[in-house]
């Protein structure tokens, strides 16, 4: 049973396109997390969210707490966004969507 | 301010030894949390402490344990080493308690375990 669903698992991309990234959850949160992580296995964290949306340059993120469902948008992607992004949410427990693979072409 | 130190950042052990890896948080930061990633299974929820207490446990056996000083460092230790052991353990510190819905955490770099 996995309590993170995320979509797409692959995402390959053209520079300069608007990038969508979904992820659905089936347990109680006090909040979700977006992560990044890069080749060599950094992870660094984009979004902290327990309501609405939230936005830091090119990146946004939203969710919908009734339906249990977040979104994170890239806008004018860039082949430096290319990295996997990880959705996280913390119930009893921190579980862990199984990320989104973005590779961005020149 | 420093980031997240882990040590050591690559480990080489043999089946049934045990290992001990160490965190240190950003200075002032009171919650830590404790991941395991492998290509198989993603990251998992080990545990997370603040202020010397465990909060949350995840579904991971009892050779896997773990323990936050006064100055907020954290060891985790895994006994009785398995192959399935090998992975890349990530510790993360916040700032606040870790009920606060606004509690960002920070990663370190990761311990690279390899179970021989």
């Known amino acids: 049973k996995n309590e993170v669903e995320q979509s797409p698992q692959n995402l390959t991309a053209q520079e300069g396109e608007f990038i969508t990234i979904n992820c659905s959850y089936s347990?109680?949160?006090?909040?979700l997390h977006w992560l990044q992580q890069h080749p060599g296995g950094g992870i660094v964290s984009l979004f902290m969210?327990?309501?609405g949306k939230k936005k830091h340059g090119r990146l946004i993120a939203t969710i919908n707490i009734q339906e249990k469902h977040s979104s994170l948008h890239i806008t004018a992607s860039h082949p430096r966004d290319s990295a996997v992004y990880i959705c996280?949410?913390?119930?009893?427990?921190?579980?862990f969507g199984t990320g989104t693979s973005l590779t961005v072409i020149p | 301010k420093a980031g997240v130190t882990q040590t050591p950042r690559y480990l080489i052990k043999t089946r049934g030894q045990q290992v001990t890896l160490s965190c240190s948080p950003i200075?002032?930061?009171?919650?830590v949390s404790w991941y395991q990633q492998t290509p198989g299974q993603g990251l998992q929820f080990l545990f997370e402490?603040?202020?010397?207490?465990?909060?949350n446990k995840g579904n991971f056996p009892g050779r896997f344990s773990g323990r936050q000083f006064s100055n907020s460092r954290s060891e985790m230790n895994v006994s009785t080493l398995e192959l399935g052991d090998s992975a890349l353990y990530l510790c993360?510190?916040?700032?606040?308690?870790?009920?606060?819905?606004?509690?960002?955490?920070?990663f370190g770099p990761g311990t690279r375990l390899t179970v021989l």
């Open positions: 347990v109680g949160i006090s909040a």
């Open positions: 402490y603040f202020s010397e207490t465990q909060r």
């Open positions: 200075s002032g930061h009171r919650s």
């Open positions: 969210l327990s309501s």
């Open positions: 996280a949410v913390r119930g009893n427990q921190f579980y």
């Open positions: 993360a510190s916040s700032p606040g308690h870790p009920d606060s819905t606004d509690n960002e955490q920070f």
